[in-house]
């Protein structure tokens, strides 16, 4: 990095020391983490603008318990030269203090060499979890006829995984892909392997398309989450059309209390992977040059997960 850590940590502590939900300092949040808090990987989306090794010692510094890894095209890690390219990076982050347990991908099907490869090279490197790719509807088919086309994707997904050790995940998502809605994540997930295939869960997309029925999908898939994203937003007018407007944790229409009291009811404690989708100079596009100094960004990354742990620990 352009800085020292101990740099770091004074300016980063300097600046948010008197902001709600902050430690004292990053080498605090990472020694003083409590048994019950979240573990908070932070997207590598948004620190494409650092090389592997310093987006590793820059999570390891603020805290996060790793890295959700983004290998696909545009991201970290190309699905092309994920072969030598993905056991570099994951190399580069561990010697930066931190570690990759999660990836991001566009898979979408065992006939694909490329998503074959990823599969096992990031099983290899000991990656435990891979989201998926989200499937459009064919518009030459009926949307019933695509969703059992899909289910059987996902099954052989499923099933490529075992052989792997690595289990994949289908994020439900707003808009008008297939898992908009949480009943079909639930048709989608009907002949997939239980545990080596199941969802992540993202409560901002499902607040976003659901409204308040986001509390029924939670319970629907509450036994196929493997991995959840955290982030939030409101609703508001973007060129004179209403849009879901990306916001920092605890600033938006997302009920983070019921939402964790239901994660604790449910038993429900897996990996999180943190996206800050608001602007940050292009950090939040995955740009690998951004307008903004870097520690904007990492004041934001540390911000958001403090206010996640608080919120956890109050729910």
Known sequence: MDISRRKFVKQVTLATSSLPFLSASFAEIGLDREKDELEIHIFSKHLQFLGYREAGEVAAEMGFSGIDLTVRPKGHVLPETVSDDLPRAIREIKKGGSGCKMITTTIESVSNPLDRNIIETASQEGVQYY?????????????????????????????????????????NHAGTKVGASFWEVKKLLETANPAYFGTQYDIRHAVAEGGHSWENGLKLLKDHIKTIVLKDFIWGKVDGKWKPVNVPIGEGMVDFGKYFSLLKAYQIKVPVSLHLEYPLGGAEKGLSEISVDKKVVFDAMVRDMNALQTLWKEA
């Not at 995984?161 to 995940?169: A, L, R, V, Y």
């Open 131 to 171: 989201r998926a790719n989200w499937y459009k509807y064919l518009p030459e088919i009926s949307m019933n006829e695509s969703m059992e086309l899909y289910q059987d994707e996902v099954k052989k997904l499923g099933d490529f995984n075992e052989k792997h050790d690595i289990i994949g995940c289908y994020q």
